[in-house]
């Protein structure tokens, strides 16, 4: 019905509906989940685009990706074009992503106080240079990442620059970098920027359900949806929205039971690809969790524990018990 193929740079997806980049969060494990799923897209999360080049690169970046992880795009953060240039030519060279995406969004006070993330949008010709020099070096497509401007004419005008710099995709965030996360996502804003481009633009924020997912799409009439916070702990979000955006209904499933179930793949996932040691499992268990039947008493456990496979044991029982 509304389920569009998305096409960036050369990629035709098989849809569009895309897991947006989350620190902490979007690791190899939990987006090949979020694509067993239907995610048509997966981003990685933002890598530091100066560490990648300080840091002993393989060692920063072990598990990034894998072969059946595809198609994916890493999100670079920075501010400096050549720097930027140098990290993607290596993650180009090492991982062929199918996508090199820039944050320009990114409004945490870490990121912007390094005139990185959303702090680039007051520099509109740093912009412009930035992509420029990515799409001039690079064989990957390029896109980008941004927020909403204060007043809807500098967005505009930012937005017109990524377009003319040679970007294959824009997604647009519908707040401003002030709000953070609060207020609503503004949809007309987004529509505007979609409006003003030939590029596809790709809408994001308060995609939670299947109906704000049917709203935004028709509401901003951009080219795919990004799905970010309602994913954390819930990857059957893309099934969901994917079904109900292809045939108007919708799924009825047991949330119990498809929760835990999605969690003990998760820990299989984050084993197979020996990531169990690199992330806060207790964060993640966290938001597989929430709002089940007896999650409280379990993550009362948890808390208690500090070995990592203490915690799986722990949450495989109760996995098991509660199927
Ligand atoms: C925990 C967390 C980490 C995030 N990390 C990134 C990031 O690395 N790069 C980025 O561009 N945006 C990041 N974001 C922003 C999301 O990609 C997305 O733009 C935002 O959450 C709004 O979408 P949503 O309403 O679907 O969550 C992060 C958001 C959260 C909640």
Known sequence: MKL????????????????????????????????????????????????????????????????????????????CPEKLKQAALFIEEEYRPEIIDINMGCPARCITVAGCGSALLNSPELVYMIISELTDSLNTPVSTKIRLLGREEKTLEIARLIEKAGASALTVHGRTATQMYSGSSNIPGIRAVKSELSIPVIANGDVRDEESAERTLELTDCDGLMIGRAAMGNPFIFKRIGHYLETGEKLETDKQSRRLEDFDTYISLLEEHDLLSSINLRMHAHWFTKGLRGSRQVREKINGLEDGRAITELLRSFCQEKH
């Open 4 to 79: 569009k193929k998305l096409k960036i740079g050369k990629t035709e997806l098989s849809g569009n509906l895309l897991l947006a980049p989350m620190a902490d969060v979007t690791n190899l494990a939990f987006r090949l989940l979020c694509r067993r799923y239907g995610a048509d897209l997966t981003y990685t999360e933002m890598i530091n685009a100066d560490a990648l080049l300080n840091e002993s690169r393989k060692s920063f970046i072990k598990g990034l990706s894998s072969p059946d992880d595809r198609p994916f795009g890493v999100q670079l953060v920075g501010s």
